[in-house]
């Protein structure tokens, strides 16, 4: 039964019409969330973007790969590319940024101020296959979450990470290996989209 509190997803027809790069299959995204510049974002298949998620892409562009989770609340900026690789995922409140000003001072900050007053640090954000990203956390310009990290809840991610590991804090600092996935189930899963 429908209620007045839950908005629900947009059907695949939907969808089709909103004028987005490339479109997959079986995708969910949640009937409120801000998404912008469309034309600029590829989704693949077997995707779900839930409620109060915002996703902003600039002229690089957002690329979501196959069997993506983007959970409720995420905030996505993307002026400078994201990447996200298939079977990654987004827990709550998750931030990506692409591009930030500078904290350190001798620049003005803000997006009111002219740009070439600004000093802003850029990189486009990459998580590879795998690499999960627990609530509240954020990930900052330039940064590849190598195949398979784990990233704890409210951790700060500043600098690349290793393939296969857990990294927890601010700013976050591998903690434990974590275990891989069975590429024989990886590849089955792959294989029926095709």
């Known amino acids: 039964m429908n209620t007045p509190f839950d908005s629900g997803y947009y059907t695949d027809a939907?969808?089709?019409?909103?004028?987005?790069?490339?479109?997959?299959?079986?995708?969910?995204?949640a009937k409120n969330c801000t998404i912008v510049n469309l034309e600029t974002i590829s989704i693949k298949?077997?995707?779900?973007?839930?409620?109060?998620?915002?996703?902003?892409?600039?002229?690089?562009?957002?690329?979501?790969?196959?069997?993506?989770?983007i959970g409720v609340g995420c905030y996505l900026s993307g002026s400078s590319g994201i990447t996200l690789e298939d079977f990654s995922g987004l827990s709550q409140g998750v931030r990506i940024?692409?591009?930030?000003?500078?904290?350190s001072g001798g620049a003005f900050t803000n997006p009111t101020v002219p740009k070439k007053y600004a000093k802003i640090k850029r990189g486009h954000v990459k998580l590879q296959k795998h690499v999960i990203v627990g609530?509240?956390?954020?990930?900052?310009?330039?940064?590849?979450?190598?195949?398979?990290?784990s990233v704890g809840a409210l951790s700060v991610i500043r600098?690349?990470?290793?393939?296969?590991?857990?990294?927890?804090?601010?700013p976050a600092k591998p903690i434990a290996n974590r275990k891989m996935i069975d590429r024989g189930a990886e590849e089955i899963l792959l294989k029926e989209l095709r």
Do not use: M
Not at 97 to 103: E, G, H, V
């Open 14 to 29: 939907d969808l089709k019409k909103f004028g987005f790069k490339s479109l997959g299959e079986n995708v969910l995204i």
């Open 135 to 149: 609530s509240g956390s954020i990930i900052l310009p330039g940064c590849t979450l190598l195949e398979g990290s």
């Open 97 to 103: 940024y692409s591009a930030t000003d500078d904290y």
């Open 45 to 69: 298949s077997n995707v779900r973007i839930d409620s109060y998620a915002t996703i902003i892409s600039g002229g690089v562009g957002i690329f979501i790969g196959n069997f993506v989770h």
């Open 159 to 170: 600098k690349s990470t290793q393939a296969w590991k857990v990294y927890l804090g601010n």
